[in-house]
């Protein structure tokens, strides 16, 4: 009888134990400066020069009990390799790395006749892509090169380790999966995050968050290492728990590290180490196991008896669906409804912003986007389209500062898939796109969402198509089915959908548009009750358009309270002029109501 071994059927039925530190564990080996060829200090490059050495550790960690050797990679970057002028030997050092392991594999594998793995490891780098410090398509290339040669040397996973930044990991998530895919291979990938003393990335992301951020990426573990020692993570690890609905991973150093006459000591020794680690064993979902920095084959042996009797339990946390900044997160349902987004920071809408943007005024822009955060939005809306201004080059300028400066999730509001591209790629958090349409269409359809769903973004559908914009119930709901078909077949889930049904203003002298309002609201209930998993969302302000300030925040609040008692989620609203409905008087609320249901018998 075949058995299934792979480690996505494996996973969860028994502990994995994941091997310890190398990077450590090579600084006690005494190497020569003849071992490293002519480049000091450069770990990755002894997968070449002294390979004996290398399987040698990785032979000592499967013998200790590890069911999984890391390889020695985790600095086979390009840049991190250019320190030692070694750029140029990324891929080969990568392939050598998995080589070495591979080869300690087969050699534990055909003596103890058992199953083994091998995990391609690559970490970070040395760079924070959040803070501008290297760019996406740099550190794209890097990862798609090193896992290329990964899976050329035969690793059978692929673990990013020791990330700091969420856009780091979508940038070597995108890198890796598109290695995977060139290689035609099915190699499930790992990511375990770094979590410092004050409970969050060095970036500032906290573990729920990024949770939200990777809810949407098929990986196979996410997961904490390094930074810390096992007593310290227990507190995050345990929120992790809470916040993903998946397996678990967790590496510790031996300790927090202590600095001991200018060198970093890791004081756990094998038994107190493997004695804080076998707690993480109740820990819901945690499956796979083992040790970081400091670590040696001891620690892992010493690991491997203490929880050999032990059983994984099954994952029973939620991963929230969320929109996320680097810094929160935020629910796409909100309770109450709705989730409200911040129309300040958009060109079309705001003047104001509009003649900043001009001045390329920055600082009084983020002034604004701020105060929208203040005043009650959960995520900013940024436009950036009008005539005479380069979109792509303005939405880079205010993206690159909104998501290091900002706390709210931002929504890009573009049509055109460059300008969401390059919002894309600076953007740590899980932003929503705004929006794909029919309009030109299905190859622009299909380009937008193949880039939410690259990036893990959820994702604005309006009701437009190449007949124009949909003003009835009828047309609203069949362009939306028609979307819905063709963003599912294009891999995006129906949680990442966010429907707007596009609404007009009541003011018009046209009847199609004047009904609209009223066809709206009706065709959202429909979707929603059709849909439960998808959202729906408006540009409030629509509906007002033409009328007076004061007679506009009266009509946007009740048209609102409408929209959302029929299903409306999300709502592109300026949060300061919305005056909550029951503090509205019944006859201002009447002459909105018959606006907005074009009633008017008596
Ligand atoms: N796998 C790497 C992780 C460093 S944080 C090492 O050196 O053990």
New binding site residues.
């Given amino acids: 009888l075949e058995v299934d071994l792979s480690i996505r059927n494996i996973l969860g039925k028994r502990f994995l134990i994941l091997d ?5 564990l090579l600084q006690t080996y005494n190497l020569k400066e003849s071992d490293w060829d002519f480049k000091v200090g450069c ?1 990755e490059i002894l997968n070449i020069t002294r390979p004996d050495i290398i399987k040698g550790i990785h032979l000592d960690y499967l013998k200790a009990g590890a069911d999984i050797t ?1 390889t020695n990679s ?1 600095g086979a970057l390009p840049w991190v390799l250019e320190e030692y002028n070694l750029q140029d030997k990324t891929y080969e050092i990568a392939k050598m790395a998995a080589k070495n392991a591979k080869s300690a594999k087969d050699e534990i594998e055909s003596v103890h006749k058992c199953q083994k793995y091998v995990a391609g ?1 690559l ?1 970070p780098g040395t760079k924070l892509a959040s803070l501008n410090q290297i760019d996406f398509d740099t550190m794209y290339d890097g990862y798609f090169l090193a896992a290329c040669g990964l899976i050329d040397g035969g690793v059978d996973l692929i673990l990013l ?2 990330f700091q930044d969420p856009l780091q990991i979508k940038a070597a998530l995108n890198g890796c999966f598109d290695a995977i895919k060139y290689k035609q291979k099915d190699i499930p990938i790992m990511i375990s995050a770094t979590i410092e003393l004050n409970g969050s990335m060095l970036i500032g992301t906290d573990v729920a968050t990024l949770a939200a951020i990777l809810e949407p990426f098929d990986i196979l573990t996410l997961g904490l ?2 930074g810390s020692g096992p007593i310290q993570v227990e507190t995050h690890l345990r929120k992790l728990s809470q916040n993903w609905g998946g397996y678990i991973s967790i590496h510790s150093n031996a300790g927090l590290p202590e600095n001991i006459a200018g060198k970093v000591c890791y004081p756990m020794d094998p038994e107190s180490f493997a004695k804080a680690e076998a707690k993480f064993c109740d820990i819901d979902g945690v499956s796979i196991i083992g040790g ?2 400091g670590t040696t084959p001891n620690h892992i042996k010493a690991l491997q008896e203490k929880i050999k009797d032990l059983k994984p339990k099954p994952p029973k946390g939620v991963s929230p669906k969320a929109l996320a900044s680097l810094y929160q997160y935020e629910p796409l349902f909100q309770e109450p409804p709705p989730f409200l987004i911040g129309e300040r920071t958009n060109a079309t809408g705001s003047k104001q912003f509009r003649d900043l943007l001009l001045k390329e005024d920055y600082d009084s822009i983020l002034s604004i986007a701020q105060e929208q955060a203040l005043s009650g939005a959960k995520a900013l809306d940024v436009s950036v389209n009008f005539a005479g201004r380069n979109e792509e080059k303005d939405m880079i300028e205010l993206i690159s500062r909104f998501n290091q400066k900002i706390s709210i999730p931002l929504m890009i509001d573009s049509t055109q898939p460059n300008t969401i591209l390059k919002a894309l790629k600076l953007i740590g958090g899980r932003p929503i796109i705004n929006s794909a349409n029919l309009e030109d269409g299905t190859e622009k359809f299909d380009k937008i969402c193949e880039l939410a769903k690259k990036f893990g973004s959820a994702l604005v559908l309006l009701a437009i198509d190449e007949k124009g914009m949909a003003k009835t119930k009828e047309r609203k709901l069949e362009v939306a089915y028609r979307m819905l078909d063709r963003a599912l077949k294009n891999g995006l889930r129906k949680s990442d959908l966010v429907f707007d049904l596009l609404t007009f203003t009541v003011a018009s002298a046209e009847e199609e548009y004047r009904s609209a309002a009223k066809d709206t609201i009706d065709a959202i209930s429909e979707l929603r009750n059709t849909h439960k998993e998808v959202g729906a969302i408006l540009g409030i302000s629509n509906v007002s358009f033409g009328l007076n300030a004061q007679a506009r925040k009266y009509l946007n609040s009740v048209f609102l309270y409408h929209a959302v008692k029929n299903g409306l989620s999300m709502a592109i609203v300026n949060p300061k002029s919305l005056i909550p409905y029951p503090l509205i008087n019944p006859e201002d609320r009447q002459i909105c109501e018959r606006l907005i249901f074009n009633d008017w018998q008596e």
């Fill in positions: 310890g530190a190398m990077g450590t770990n890391k985790f490891s970490g380790e020791t290492n390094c970081c920095c």
